[in-house]
């Protein structure tokens, strides 16, 4: 199981970080995010994180044997 919480926080802030960025940059309507750059920015922060995160999540999983 090791590995596994961290893919999901990885996968889960990726999705995040992307539809925030996605609405910081006023492609998608709907929301109070939407046309505020801060957003964008936030979202892409969040984005690596989840990347990296989703990095050692895969490491984790790749060292079992």
């Known amino acids: ?3 596994w ?3 999901t926080l990885g996968l889960l802030a990726v999705v995040l970080g992307a ?14 995010m939407t046309g505020h750059r ?3 920015v936030i ?3 969040v984005v690596l994180i ?3 995160t989703l990095y050692f999540g ?3 999983r ?4």
């Open 5 to 7: 919480f961290r893919l």
């Open 19 to 32: 539809l925030w960025t996605v609405q910081g940059l006023g492609y998608a309507s709907g929301s109070v």
């Open 43 to 45: 979202g892409g922060a």
């Open 50 to 52: 989840g990347l990296v």
């Open 62 to 65: 790749g060292g079992r044997s």
């Open 1 to 3: 199981m090791r590995g």
């Open 58 to 60: 895969l490491r984790a």
């Open 38 to 40: 801060i957003w964008a």
